[in-house]
């Protein structure tokens, strides 16, 4: 298989697998404090570049299914996606993959924060507060728990 193919198919793959995650606990994904399960993949985005890409459309697919669906979800939320998680591939190749983690926790949780002020008028600080908190729990396990994978050599990434 060709590297294009590889990359393509295996940027699908963690797309939806967010994707899943999310909508498989969406009764705890879209509320408020945005305890999305997708999240705790959202760490390999330290590892590979490509990642955040995944990231991106993971998030978009999973906006679709929000209450809040429109365009601070459909577009700038993605968007944002991209964006944190590229900053946070960077933050952990130069400096340290758990720090890019949670810096993707607090750029997203800020990004979500900011979304439903304009969308619905939420508090700024106190939404913020609660999505860092559920973002950094969900960061920090997703981290570790690629880190086991990686050890035990159940993935391996190049990076």
């Known amino acids: 298989m060709s590297k294009k193919i590889k990359d393509i198919a295996q940027i699908s793959l ?9 909508l498989i606990f969406s009764s705890i994904s879209y509320l408020p ?4 399960m997708g999240e705790i ?8 570049k490509k990642f955040a890409i ?18 601070m979800e459909l577009i700038f939320m993605p968007l944002s996606n ?11 190749k130069f400096f340290n993959r758990f720090l890019g983690s949670i810096f993707i926790a607090i750029w997203i949780s800020a990004s979500v924060a900011l979304t439903l002020k304009v969308a ?4 700024f600080i106190q939404t ?4 860092s908190i559920a973002e950094t729990i969900l960061m920090s396990a997703g981290y570790f728990i690629l880190l086991l994978i990686f050890k035990k050599g159940g993935m391996k990434i190049d990076g």
């Open 54 to 71: 995944s990231m991106m459309i993971g998030n978009f697919l999973s906006n679709l299914f929000s209450p809040f669906a429109g365009p």
């Open 82 to 92: 991209l964006i944190g998680c590229l900053l946070g591939y960077y933050i952990g």
């Open 41 to 48: 993949i959202k760490p390999i985005s330290t590892f590979q």
């Open 128 to 131: 913020f507060t609660s999505v």
């Open 120 to 123: 619905a008028n939420f508090p």
């Open 33 to 36: 404090a945005q305890f999305r």
């Open 14 to 22: 963690v797309a939806c697998l967010y994707a899943v995650l999310t």
